[in-house]
T-cell receptor
Framework: KQEVTQIPAALSVPEGENLVLNCSFTDSAIYNLQWFRQDPGKGLTSLLLIQSSQREQTSGRLNASLDKSSGRSTLYIAASQPGDSATYLCAVETSGSRLTFGEGTQLTVNP | GAVVSQHPSWVICKSGTSVKIECRSLDFQATTMFWYRQFPKQSLMLMATSNEGSKATYEQGVEKDKFLINHASLTLSTLTVTSAHPEDSSFYIC??????????FGSGTQLSVL
């Protein structure tokens, strides 16, 4: 059974700091890994998707890496802003379009 | 980009009543949609996979008679929570896939059962 773990559970940083969120998964037989952002009481916004054959994806200030063999991914956020405050979820996709989510990292960026 | 619309965004109901949640793909056809549930401070858990024109596939531990799923068209899937009880209070969210691209999620429905 696939299990996804995210560390840390919560993170508070001052504005402008670079930060890294970690995600690990137990079964390396994945199709892809996706990072999402969730604001309180809201749905999910897809940030980055990394196919199993890829090692990283970048979008603006965000960079996600994937090491499938070791079952790890990181989300790097550069020059953090208060608007980045949200819960960040990592999810891996396996057969049948099944997504297994981590419990998320709650990020607070203080002005 | 692709949009998935979910309605209502929140609902409060009395115990024993049924609640219907709609999930629509607005600008694409989705043969498969997914329903998730999220309890406070926990992650999303897949409840069922909704297939257009056929029965939904439920995850282990999810009661199919309690959580009725109908996928009558390529753009609409509905989840009905029947005879809702306080323990069904949760955040329900749907998703749909555009071809082989990433999944798009609705904005979610917060259900509170009194």
């Amino acid at each position: 059974k696939q299990e996804v773990t995210q560390i840390p559970a919560a993170l508070s940083v001052p504005e402008g700091e670079n930060l890294v969120l970690n995600c690990s998964f137990t079964d390396s037989a994945i199709y892809n890994l996706q990072w999402f952002r969730q604001d309180p009481g809201k749905g999910l916004t897809s940030l980055l998707l990394i196919q199993s054959s890829q090692r990283e994806q970048t979008s603006g200030r965000l960079n996600a890496s994937l090491d499938k063999s070791s079952g790890r991914s990181t989300l790097y956020i550069a020059a953090s802003q208060p608007g980045d405050s949200a819960t960040y979820l990592c999810a891996v996709e396996t057969s049948g379009s099944r997504l297994t989510f981590g419990e998320g990292t709650q990020l607070t960026v203080n002005p | 980009g692709a949009v998935v619309s979910q309605h209502p965004s929140w609902v409060i109901c009395k115990s024993g009543t049924s609640v219907k949640i709609e999930c629509r793909s607005l600008d694409f056809q989705a043969t498969t949609m997914f329903w998730y549930r999220q309890f406070p401070k926990q992650s999303l858990m897949l409840m069922a996979t909704s297939n257009e024109g056929s029965k939904a596939t439920y995850e282990q531990g999810v009661e199919k008679d309690k959580f009725l799923i109908n996928h009558a068209s390529l753009t609409l899937s509905t989840l009905t929570v029947t005879s809702a009880h306080p323990e069904d209070s949760s955040f329900y969210i749907c998703s749909a896939r555009l071809l082989n691209e990433k999944l798009f999620f609705g904005s979610g429905t917060q259900l509170s059962v009194l």
